[in-house]
């Protein structure tokens, strides 16, 4: 399961042509949306818990940042939900508007929640304790969320203002940030598959938990069900996700342990499980190791922005290529992309029958739906690889996703147990650090270089 998909899952309840690189610092202008990236950044200010619909968050889980914009009328049983990856995205958007305080204040909440492990649960509960150690039903790690989160801690680390001369508080901080860093590093490391005869070798494998959708004929419902073991699938984003981390971890550091664990993913990536015919990254491989072939867009966008930092330029522009043939789509005034291309939208036909009676297979590109997250994952893309008109193309596309004095939705539309259309911070985030970067700001463009 990738992380997108633990995402929907996890939110159950909720209705979830290029230039050189060098060349993109030449076709930035300003800003084009200012007002808009503004708009963006208050709000995810104002998802920070305490809220006025989480008054009174969980001790551990202050500054924690509530991941929809959703009523506790709508959702009662989630409004409070707050996602790590989320919260991970949050703090380099707080970071390069200049907001350290609120970046540093999020990462501490992160960091109390650190299990003995070193791992992070997927999302928490802001109102009260799930998971925790002694009840975690329904909750998944999975190492892409994992790895978003010690990127969070290195880039704030690598691009902080320095500690003033005698502040004794500040550098302890740091300290602190850069051990709970290499926590999080040493569990992803723990998941590495260690057998150098396995084509797979080096690559990480999901996390724990597993929660798959099943139809319960007897109420007439569609349900979780869970798996309380280690997911010991592999997930193509999750790998890029954790390479960016512990690649900056060990350029912090200057610890080989981390340089060797970010080259061993680097390898397996680049030798199992980059799709010459489809042109992109496979999803991944599942647990008895085939490689799984299903188009996803983040394989191709995200691939893009790693092929390119390992120097793979060619095949970056090929994986481009791919986000066009399979995933653009359309809503209404919303123009941007999906998440899938040939898939079922449901995996199993009879969830797929409960949502879609005449035709149970459907698959994602037979639904007009515009995904905000994944199509900023492509503007992001364009840029890196010199496109900064198109990435432009693509901000203006989402326009229509915006609703005033709120963030931006996460989807056109929503699509039980996969898609919301509620204001999300992953998508407002995102929103964030792409327009900075287009609009030149030097910090937004050092992400994920």
């Keep these: 399961m990738s992380g997108r998909a633990a995402r929907a899952l996890w939110a159950l309840c909720l209705l979830w ?38 008054p009174a968050p969980d001790p551990a889980r202050r500054r924690l940042l509530l991941s929809y914009d959703i009523s506790p009328e709508k959702f009662p049983s989630g409004y409070h939900r707050s996602a790590t990856y989320d919260n991970g995205l949050g703090v380099i958007a707080f970071l390069i508007a200049g907001d350290t305080d609120g970046a540093a204040f999020t990462l501490h909440a992160l960091a109390r929640l650190l299990r003995p492990d070193g791992s992070l649960w997927f999302g928490y509960n802001t109102a009260n304790s799930w998971p925790d150690e002694s009840y975690h039903e329904n909750a998944v790690v999975r190492a892409g969320a994992v790895g978003w989160s010690g990127y969070a801690f290195t880039f704030f680390l690598a691009h902080a203002p320095p500690c003033a001369a005698g502040d004794r508080g500040c550098a302890r901080e740091r300290v602190f940030f850069r051990e709970t860093a290499e926590r999080l590093a040493g569990y992803l490391v723990s998941l590495q598959v260690s057998d150098p005869a396995d084509p797979r070798f080096g690559l990480l494998r999901l996390g724990y938990g597993t929660n798959k959708l099943v139809y319960r004929p007897e109420t007439d419902e569609v349900i979780e069900f869970y798996l309380d073991e280690p997911a010991r699938g592999i997930s193509t984003e999750n790998n890029i996700s954790a390479w960016f981390f512990l690649r900056q971890l060990a350029q912090l550091t200057g610890e080989p342990r981390w340089s060797e664990a970010a080259d061993r993913i680097r390898r397996g990536l680049l030798q199992s499980a980059w799709n010459d015919q489809l042109g992109q990254f496979n999803r991944g491989f599942d647990a008895e190791g085939a490689p799984d072939p299903v188009k996803a867009l983040d394989c191709a966008t995200w691939g893009a922005l790693f092929l390119l930092a390992v120097g793979e330029t060619e095949k970056a522009r090929r994986a481009l290529q791919a986000v066009e043939d399979y995933y653009p789509a359309r809503d209404g005034e919303a123009i941007g992309y999906r998440p899938y291309f040939d898939y079922p939208v449901y995996e199993s036909y009879l969830v797929g029958r409960h949502f879609f009676p005449d035709d149970p297979r459907k698959e994602w590109r037979q639904l007009p739906l515009v995904w905000s997250e994944g199509s900023l994952g492509v503007a992001f893309a364009y840029l890196r690889l010199g496109d900064a008109e198109r990435a432009r193309r693509v901000l203006a596309g989402l326009r229509p996703l915006q609703d005033e004095g709120t963030g931006l939705r996460y989807a056109s539309r929503a699509v039980p147990h996969e898609m919301t259309d509620a204001a999300s911070v992953a998508a407002s985030a995102w929103l964030v650090l792409v327009s900075e970067d287009l609009g030149g700001n030097p910090l937004a463009g050092e992400i994920w270089r």
């Design 17 to 54: 042509l290029c230039a050189s690189p060098l060349a993109a610092q030449e076709l930035r202008s300003s800003n084009q949306w200012p007002e808009w990236t503004a708009a963006s950044q208050t709000w995810l200010r104002s998802q920070v818990a305490p809220t006025p619909v989480v």
